[in-house]
């Protein structure tokens, strides 16, 4: 599977994104979907997943409620849409794929997009 994130730009504090992930290939439907983002000089961290069917997600404390995942099978392609943006949002937000459920870490996730830059104005 390869996966190509988009949808990044800068926004205001408060402000909404939503980003996508494009996924070639005939398997999507197959994986479990994940956002991470990675701040500058922190470490890579887990934002929110989705299972292959999209009827189960998980999120990241932090995001909850203000964050979505969505996923269109039909169309190859995951969603995060972000809500009530704060300045620590800012990040380098990549996609990836796993075969398994429920996990955040990143060694569980067996393919990665390239990641969308997002930085929230203050």
């Known amino acids: 599977v390869q996966l190509q994130a988009s949808g990044g730009g800068l926004v205001q504090d408060g402000g909404s994104l939503r980003l996508s992930c494009a996924a070639s290939?005939?398997?999507?439907?197959?994986?479990?979907m994940g956002w991470f983002r990675q701040a500058p000089g922190k470490e890579r961290e887990f934002v929110a997943a989705?299972?292959?069917?999209?009827?189960?997600?998980n999120y990241a404390d932090s995001m909850k409620g203000r964050f979505t995942i969505s996923k269109d099978n039909r169309r190859n392609t995951v969603y995060l849409q972000m809500n009530s943006m704060k300045p620590e949002d800012t990040a380098v937000y990549y996609c990836?794929?796993?075969?398994?459920?429920?996990?955040?870490?990143?060694?569980?996730?067996?393919?990665w997009g390239q990641g969308t830059e997002v930085t929230v104005s203050s």
């Open positions: 990836a794929a796993s075969s398994v459920w429920g996990v955040v870490a990143l060694s569980r996730y067996d393919y």
């Open positions: 290939g005939r398997t999507f439907s197959s994986y479990n």
């Open positions: 989705i299972s292959r069917s999209g009827g189960l997600t």
